[in-house]
């Protein structure tokens, strides 16, 4: 984009974009989704040149790129001078847009990545059924049982950890509980010591009034001065 367009023609290049992004990522979840049109028939004519993989990734790079784009105009609108509350909610609504956009994007790749992962591991275990039959079925069931027993692992790891949490903040409370019954104790004990911080306490604020009314008194000469 040249650096003279303006404020106008950034917000109709980034509304341009917007569509177009909306417009793919409705084709791109289809796609994510593994949702396709059925054939008319069945000849070698209509055997696609790419595979759904690969027409996924290429539509990913496109929308990527997309959504750089209106990253970009969004970023130069914003460099643009502010003239208005209108002008500042525009911006924050094609920002909004952006947002919105992107996490449709980052979805739509997640599904398709736990959806291949899915077909992957189905895809794997066919294989293996077909092929060694017991010895590979018994090679998954002790990799399934590894996983459990990593993901136990990381559970009770995370289930000591609260526990431990936990017993420090009782300790802590407990400390705090004994703290505050020696001090109840010392003033219990001791009250000489609470009777001289109310003194001080009183001389303190006894000096703050006096010195409050010299303050005042001195201000009322000052003003009699000036105005005579």
């Known amino acids: 984009m040249a650096a003279a367009l303006s404020y106008e023609d950034l917000r109709k290049h980034a509304r341009y974009l917007e569509n177009e992004i909306d ?4 084709a791109f979840s289809k796609l994510g989704a593994g949702i396709k049109s059925p054939p008319a028939h069945s000849s070698s004519d ?6 759904g993989e690969d027409t996924f990734e290429a539509m990913s790079l496109e929308i990527e790129e997309l959504l750089n784009k209106l990253t970009q105009v969004n970023d130069r609108m914003g460099e643009q001078p502010v003239s208005g509350a209108a002008m500042l909610h ?4 094609h920002r909004d847009i952006l947002a919105d ?3 449709d994007f980052r979805k739509t790749t997640s599904q398709h990545e736990i959806r291949r ?5 189905l895809r794997g275990s066919s294989d293996t059924f077909r092929g060694d039959g017991v010895n590979n079925r018994r090679d998954m069931y002790l990799k399934e049982n ?12 995370q289930i000591s950890i609260a ?4 017993e420090h903040l009782t300790n802590q409370r407990q400390t705090f509980k004994r703290l505050q019954t020696r001090f109840n104790d010392l003033s219990n004990r001791y009250p000489v010591i609470n009777s ?6 009183i001389k303190k604020r006894r000096d703050s009034i006096i010195l409050g009314l010299v303050v005042s008194g001195c201000t009322v000469l000052m003003l009699l001065y000036a105005f005579h």
């Open 117 to 121: 992962e899915r077909e992957d591991l």
């Open 90 to 93: 525009t911006l924050q609504r």
């Open 146 to 157: 590894q996983h459990l027993h990593s993901s136990e692992r990381l559970v009770n790891e």
């Open 23 to 26: 417009l793919k990522l409705v």
């Open 46 to 51: 209509a055997v696609p040149l790419l595979s």
């Open 163 to 166: 526990m431990e949490t936990r």
């Open 101 to 103: 956009l992107s996490r």
């Open 196 to 201: 001289l911080i109310q003194r001080i306490n």
